[in-house]
């Protein structure tokens, strides 16, 4: 498809999003489906990202990704958001703007996908971190579990958190061995992880057999955790499936189209094996 004066425009928005794989991602189920389409990345340095979001209406665009650090902010620019943290942003025929969250579903499609029958097995959640990330994949987990616990290294973040759900929890960062023990399901939510940064002592010994353990981070796409994980032989969860399936989702809302997740994982494999 040739980029004309009617293709319509999406992007990833966030600081930074050099290294984003939404652009591949995105783009390959637009060429799938000879869409009209074209997907950029754009950066976004602004006091007021609200109304930087806000104004790319004003440029005819027809949706966006929002990520770190401006996922409130796309939920304030909306004239309507489904939860006061928003990842997609969709601009309606009549100028409006709305706002959605797909990561917290984007996570149980994930989880759906490696352990079909997860809610026969896991009652009870650990997530560490308190960020938005948390608790888009708290709030999609809690209808489903007895509980939710959040570990967190600022443990007010946790306790804010933790009060939005009715079944939620809070542990000390020193009980993280006691919280890795209990939980049925395990899911690292904190940037921790990400290449080049600081490893953690996670505690996978104490992990009970059964345990899933899932890693939101997917550059490196094994993080310290999962190799630990798998060298215990638990189920362990990437965080590539969680990157398609809220891309997925949002792919889906923009153009009522059900995308193929399968190619996505196969492009995103190739870049991030190189
Ligand atoms: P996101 O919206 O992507 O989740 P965020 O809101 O900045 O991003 O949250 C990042 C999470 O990673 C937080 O839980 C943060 O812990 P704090 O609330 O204590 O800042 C966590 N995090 C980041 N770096 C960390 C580190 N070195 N050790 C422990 N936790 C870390």
């Known amino acids: 498809m040739t980029i004309n004066a009617a293709t319509r425009v999406f992007a990833v928005i966030g600081d930074p999003v050099s290294h984003s794989l939404s652009p591949l991602m995105h783009n390959g189920w637009i060429a799938d489906h000879g869409i009209d389409a074209a997907y ?4 976004l340095r ?7 979001l806000r104004a790319l209406g004003q440029f005819g665009f027809s949706g966006a990704n929002v990520t770190t650090p401006y996922k409130e902010a796309a939920a304030r620019a909306a004239d309507a958001a489904d939860d006061v943290v928003a990842n997609t942003l969709r601009w309606e025929a009549n100028g409006a703007l709305a706002a959605f969250n797909t990561d917290g579903v984007g996570f149980v499609a994930a989880l759906a996908e490696a352990v079909p029958d997860w809610r026969a097995r896991v009652r009870r959640v650990l997530i560490v971190g308190a960020g938005g990330a948390a608790i888009a994949v708290g709030k999609a987990l809690s209808p489903d579990v007895d509980s939710v616990f959040f570990i967190n290294r600022t443990q007010t973040r946790a306790d804010a958190v933790a009060a939005m759900l009715g079944n939620g929890g809070v542990l000390g960062w020193q009980d ?3 919280g890795f023990g209990a939980a049925d399901l395990i899911v690292q939510a904190t940037s921790l992880g990400l290449a080049g940064g600081p490893a953690l002592e996670w505690p996978v010994a104490l992990c009970q057999e059964h345990a899933i353990v899932a890693d939101i981070v997917y550059r490196p796409l094994e993080t310290d955790l999962l190799m630990k994980a798998r ?18 989702r949002a792919f889906e809302l923009w153009f009522g189209i059900r995308p193929n997740v399968g190619k996505a994982r196969a492009r995103l494999m190739a870049v991030l094996q190189r």
């Open 40 to 43: 950029v990345a754009l950066p």
């Open 46 to 52: 602004s006091d007021d990202p609200a109304a930087a």
């Open 176 to 178: 993280m061995e006691r």
């Open 231 to 248: 060298a215990r032989s638990l189920v362990a969860i990437d965080g590539l499936g969680m990157l398609i399936h809220q891309g997925a």
